[in-house]
């Protein structure tokens, strides 16, 4: 059996086990479908859901259409396997302005807390690169 070179180590990327990569893609597929909803509500103008953005959240209606292709725009990114750390980083900071909006407003923000963790955990258990970077192996 052959030895690797550091540099055909260092580009060696292993494989997640089954198990893994199955539980990242589920905990992953949650805020993806929840997003999508909203994604789908921002862009139809859903009466219920316009009086709520424009009333209780306190934006305005012809903001709609932008931040919802700017929100499906972050999960494309996201789902794409070579751009998903990118699109992680896009989702956070979306997010990050839903608790902001939710926090301005005395509302409870764990709901878009929760689905940037579910974001991370799902990518942290699919992607090895995302485990070695928070979790770096020491050179053998």
């Given at each position: 059996?052959?030895?690797?070179?550091?540099?055909?180590?260092?580009?060696?990327?292993?494989?997640?086990?089954?198990?893994?990569?199955?539980?990242?893609?589920?905990?992953?597929?949650?805020?993806?479908?929840?997003?999508?909803?909203?994604?789908?509500?921002?862009?139809?103008?859903?009466?219920?859901?316009?009086?709520?953005?424009?009333?209780?959240?306190?934006?305005?209606?012809?903001?709609?259409?932008?931040?919802?292709?700017?929100?499906?725009?972050?999960?494309?990114?996201?789902?794409?396997?070579?751009?998903?750390?990118?699109?992680?980083?896009?989702?956070?900071?979306?997010?990050?302005?839903?608790?902001?909006?939710?926090?301005?407003?005395g509302d409870p923000f764990a709901v878009p807390?929760?689905?940037?963790?579910?974001?991370w955990a799902g990518l942290y258990l699919r992607?090895?690169?995302?485990?070695?970077?928070?979790?770096?192996?020491?050179?053998?």
């Amino acid at each position: 059996m052959a030895s690797l070179t550091s540099n055909e180590r260092a580009n060696e990327v292993a494989t997640p086990k089954n198990w893994q990569l199955w539980t990242g893609r589920v905990l992953s597929a949650l805020p993806v479908l929840l997003m999508t909803m909203s994604v789908a509500m921002k862009l139809m103008h859903a009466p219920d859901f316009v009086a709520m953005w424009t009333g209780k959240l306190g934006w305005q209606e012809g903001s709609l259409t932008a931040i919802g292709i700017l929100e499906l725009a972050c999960l494309a990114v996201y789902l794409v396997p070579r751009t998903a750390f990118l699109g992680a980083l896009l989702l956070t900071a979306y997010l990050g302005g839903a608790v902001a909006s939710h926090v301005r407003i005395g509302d409870p923000f764990a709901v878009p807390i929760v689905l940037g963790v579910l974001a991370w955990a799902g990518l942290y258990l699919r992607d090895e690169r995302v485990r070695a970077l928070v979790f770096p192996r020491k050179a053998a």
